[in-house]
């Protein structure tokens, strides 16, 4: 039985949000690392094969024309886009896993179910794109200090979008929604909430910026330490490095989406009244 109180019986403050990701993420986190390992992983098979190739991802002067030449091998394409998506539907299968072993469900068939989902995902990311798109659209086609104006006004509004539709990907996930219920339906729980909600991704992100560091730091003592000046070696330490980081944060941001939706719904649904009404029944 989940010793994590989900959902709660309350509405939470923001460091209890914050409390409640961090005990969402000790009780989920070793028995996600593999599938936040390969979707982590996955996302670095295109950087991967261009270091077999002796090719480092552009970077600095000639940065077009490396990205070019990169763009022309079919091979780096097809692992880039093929690793997004394996890195999707392992994020996906995170997610529901940590859900499932939070609430006492049937923790095994979530990698399934990200699959079934993979097509809504896709849905839902390309409707997020279209509305960037939309955002930036009438600066495009204006000039002067009127782009200017366009700009920071589409900034200033995908910036609350973004919060505004920040727990539609878990809400999808967990509620099976489809693509455009998800967004509705994160719009209106996150109505009100935007600047609690812009509090506590700051410091949530604080904190893995913090934990990266450190790691960061070790690794770069490390390979100093082994490496003796060796590029090559340098670089694949760092891309080992890489894989790490990725793989103990990628269960961080599933336990805080689900504290964060959690919340959202005591607050909104009252889903607390229902679970004491329940308990009591």
Known sequence: MSTV????????????????????????????????????????LAGIYALLKGRTLARGEGAVEGMLAQLRDSTFVSLYVGG???????????????????????????????LRRT??????????????VACFLPAGVTGGALRVL??????ALLCYALVAISCAQTILLVEGAGPVASLARSWRLTSGSFWRLS????????????????IAAVAGFLAALFAHGDVAMVTAFAQVIGIILGALATPF??????????????????????QRISATA
């Open 5 to 44: 109180p989900y959902p709660p019986q309350r509405q939470l403050s923001v460091g209890e949000v914050l409390d409640l990701s961090f005990r969402i993420y000790r009780v989920t986190l070793v028995r996600c690392l593999l599938y936040a390992t390969c979707g982590v992983i996955a996302g670095q």
């Open 84 to 114: 997004l998506l394996l890195t999707l539907i392992a994020y996906a299968a995170v997610v529901l896993r940590q859900y499932a072993l939070i609430t006492d469900g049937n923790a095994g068939s979530e990698l399934g179910a990200a």
């Open 119 to 132: 097509p809504a995902l896709i849905g839902l990311i390309v409707l997020v794109a279209l509305g960037v």
């Open 150 to 155: 366009l700009i920071i006004a589409a900034v």
């Open 199 to 214: 509090l506590i991704y700051t410091v949530a992100l604080i904190v893995l910026l913090a934990l990266y560091a450190v």
């Open 253 to 274: 941001y599933g336990a805080l989406a689900l504290a964060v939706l959690a919340d959202l719904k005591v607050r909104k649904e009252g889903a607390d009244l229902a």
